[in-house]
DNA sequence: CCGATTTGCGTACACCGTACGCACGACTGT
DNA sequence: ACAGTCGTGCGTACGGTGTACGCAAATCGG
């Protein structure tokens, strides 16, 4: 009605909800995306949203595929290490942007086709770095969980400043710091230097990586072929 | 009032509730976790349960330090590396007893009694190990972004058993397969051999605690104080 | 210009968390 | 044994949620 009766207004379109949708929820927490919030945003009634999206859980589906489409996409001929690394903090850059999406992130049914692509560069990456199987699969799955643990962590923790984190953590062991000494310490000592989130994971994120490169010399000598020279011959 | 009138039925407590929400969570998933679901399980009103939980997410909080309760405790002047590693496979074993808990482990204002004794034994076995405690801080942060991570993707993906799992990345690649051969390498040999999360988890546990230990050794000689010579003293 | 198809959306239903306040049962002091 | 107090159960109600259904208006193809 509101759309209609003053003229022409832009036609809605599944690009524009789910762009919409994502805005929403960044703003203000996945909480506040409600079909009728995301109606009311673009102007129209909530039922128009069904139209283009089908149903929520869809409209999530496309939501995080566009998450995907904002991380680096590793180049499968490249080098495997500076690669996966730009990969991972981007990613992490995209899931902070868009804190809602970890939890979404693997509970799609079919992947997107921005997952789909990045999913396959990034195992390409690793067989054509030279990982057999076996190992690109063991590599794929450690970057992953960190990646998405930590950004699992960094987000969920309502920490907004290291001088909040600090004064809150304070309140909650509280008196009882003689009972947990070494919760104290990291309180005591985190809240004076403060807590760098970027450093931390890509910290961490190189202790895999570097660990990743003695298991690849280790198993170097095994086997050779990968996707590509195996199918594409 | 159905409590009331046949007779003397079992009175409502905080344990109880807590207790049963965890049943019917695991049961049913954490959806059909509802204050009306909850009461029915129990035999009372949904407005009963307040008299004893405040509130919902009171409730969750209670349940999220039951799930710590049941982790593995490191001791904490013990062989630091056989320690965590218990407490890694049995924090993803509770995180696969309870799903749901998994987005919620970390949203807790404040920690309960569980998790805090959790969060400063690791601690503490780190520290008593000789890691500085910068250190401790990054082993500690990756050993859980890691555990977290991985049981996130272990439980939201939808794979009940490995032939499943199979038969539908199957259709999800499907006719693409020229377009994501690494992707469809991983559906095929993935749906060859199946799949064991245990054996994949403990791999990349393993993986980081090697690279933990070299961490450690690399800075043997610097620091030495722990918390409880410097508080303790 | 007219019929067909797409698009917008008003109404309605079943669910959710929970504020408020009443009534009943179980304890306490005499 | 009885009265007063208090903790507990819970009925009602309100404002939110996702979405099924079907009508009307706009747009498009001929």
Same mark, same amino acid.
């Given at each position: 009605m509101a759309q209609r009766s003053r003229g022409k207004a832009i036609r809605l379109t599944r690009a524009r909800v789910v762009e919409e949708a994502i805005r929403l929820a960044d703003a203000g927490g996945f909480d506040s995306l409600s079909m009728?919030?995301?109606?009311?945003? @673009?102007?129209? &009634?909530?039922?128009? @949203? =069904?139209?283009?999206? %089908?149903?929520?859980?869809? *409209?999530?589906?496309e939501m995080v595929d566009v998450v995907f489409g904002e991380m680096y996409v590793p180049v499968v001929g490249g080098a495997w290490k500076s690669e996966l690394r730009k990969r991972g903090t981007s990613a992490r850059a995209a899931l902070n942007r868009h804190p809602w999406a970890i939890g979404l992130m693997e509970s799609s049914k079919s992947p997107g086709p921005a997952s789909a692509e990045h999913h396959n560069a990034t195992m390409g990456c690793l067989r054509e770095a030279g990982f057999p199987f076996k190992d690109a699969v063991h590599a794929y799955n450690l970057l992953d969980a960190y990646t998405y643990g930590f950004a699992?962590?960094?987000?969920?923790?309502?920490? !907004?400043?290291?001088?909040?984190? &600090?004064?809150?953590?304070?309140?909650?062991?509280? /008196?009882? %710091? !003689?009972?947990?000494?070494?919760?104290?310490?990291?309180?005591?000592?985190?809240?004076?230097?403060? =807590? !760098? =989130?970027?450093?931390?994971? /890509?910290?961490? *994120? !190189?202790?895999?990586?570097? &660990? @990743?490169e003695r298991l690849k010399k280790r198993a170097s000598g095994s086997e050779r072929k990968t996707a590509l020279t195996t199918s594409g011959g």
């Open positions: 009728r919030n995301l109606a009311d945003e @673009l102007g129209t &009634a909530p039922m128009s @949203l =069904y139209r283009h999206v %089908g149903n929520k859980d869809e *409209l999530l589906d699992l962590q960094e987000n969920t923790i309502p920490f !907004d400043t290291p001088e909040e984190s &600090a004064e809150m953590a304070k309140v909650t062991v509280g /008196e009882r %710091g !003689d009972e947990f000494p070494y919760l104290a310490e990291v309180v005591v000592e985190l809240g004076k230097s403060g =807590y !760098d =989130y970027t450093e931390e994971f /890509e910290f961490g *994120l !190189d202790v895999i990586l570097d &660990a @990743l």
